[in-house]
């Protein structure tokens, strides 16, 4: 049964919040008893988000969903905390987030929900979550973000570090990977940006080079479109060079093993502040390595050991199945 916040005590040092699903699809934070220890910060941040639950059911929430910091929680309620984060990950690299402002709408996808689901711990009321579930949840925090954001006078940036000031908002600068049909390059890297003379739900954009000709002698704006870069430029060698060659504002095509750097450097450029796209087979959770467990193929002739541990484990990249030496020479190279 949930407390009044005024009026809430932790009586004993072991009660932690925990998440909980109710039929109607609603979430409700409780309390519960617990073996573990919590100690002094883990006690004021429940106390504080738990108060702030009861006074704002939904901006407790978005705030969960802001704060970073590693503290421990119940498997239940850091469930609860991740899935706000997602959220507010996926808020703060909108590309067009501060000329939408309050009109943005950042939903989630299919892929996005069903992993979701899939790495939900268990948690009173898990028969209850499901895609729609995950999807309403999204919606209530963007209609929340929506109701702040509309009487804050400055940007959505300088709003969301005021609360976490290791989240930042993207820029205005993409980085694009695709596949070429050149044999000696088979991807191609660019660079676009969107203009500032595009300001539509649905906004242009425009290869970086054009950002010389749009800025002219305006070094001020033009450093400030490319601060994301320059941010980028400093984690990574492979931006470094392109951005030294001046080849940044140009199309260019790239070796296996050049684009296979920029794959696996694409956190560091969106912690930058840079979007990126890249092809759908990187994304795919479909390419990931699985293993199939069949158990039971044989229809035993007597019950014996060898029947009751009959069973077949197979590998899979994707939907193709990979035996032994195939993985060994794929974690070689």
């Not at 949930?2 to 009026?7: L, P, Q, T, V, Y």
């Not at 421990?72 to 000329?99: D, G, H």
């Amino acid at each position: 049964m949930n407390k009044n916040a005024n009026d809430y005590v932790i009586e004993t040092p072991n009660e932690e919040l925990i998440a909980v699903i109710e039929p109607d699809g609603l979430l409700e934070l409780d309390w519960q008893e617990t073996k573990e220890k919590i100690d002094i910060s883990q006690d004021q941040f429940q106390k504080e988000i738990y108060k702030h639950y009861v006074e704002n059911h939904d901006e407790a929430l978005f705030f969960l969903g802001l704060y970073q910091k590693t503290i421990s929680m119940s498997v239940s309620f850091r469930y609860i905390q991740q899935t706000a984060a997602a959220f507010i990950k996926k808020l703060s690299m909108s590309p067009e987030i501060e000329f939408l402002r309050e009109k943005i709408l950042v939903n989630i996808t299919d892929d996005e929900a069903v992993n979701n689901i899939n790495n939900a711990p268990y948690l009173s009321g898990y028969e209850y979550l499901n895609k729609e579930w995950i999807e309403k949840f999204w919606q209530k925090l963007n209609k929340t973000f929506s109701n702040m954001i509309k009487n804050y006078s400055g940007t959505v940036e300088q709003f969301l570090t005021s609360y976490n000031p290791n989240i930042h908002t993207a820029g205005r600068i993409f980085f694009h990977l695709v596949e070429s049909k050149k044999e000696e390059y088979p991807f191609a890297f660019l660079a676009t940006y969107t203009s500032e003379t595009s300001k539509s739900d649905a906004s242009k954009h425009l290869p970086l080079k054009n950002a010389l000709i749009e800025y002219g002698k305006d070094n001020k704006k033009l450093l400030e479109l490319l601060s994301t870069v320059n941010k980028a430029s400093q984690k990574s060698n492979f931006i470094s060079e392109l951005v030294a060659s001046g080849e940044i504002f140009h199309p260019i095509g790239l070796s296996a093993s050049e684009a296979y750097t920029f794959l696996k450097e694409i956190p560091l450029y969106e912690e930058s502040g840079i979007i990126c796209r890249m092809p759908n087979w990187w994304k795919s959770k479909s390419n990931s390595l699985r293993m199939s467990v069949s158990i039971g193929n044989k229809t035993p002739s007597i019950l014996n050991t060898e029947a009751l541990v009959d069973f077949n484990a197979e590998l899979y990249l994707g939907e193709q199945k990979v035996n032994a030496e195939e993985i060994k020479k794929l974690i070689s190279e």
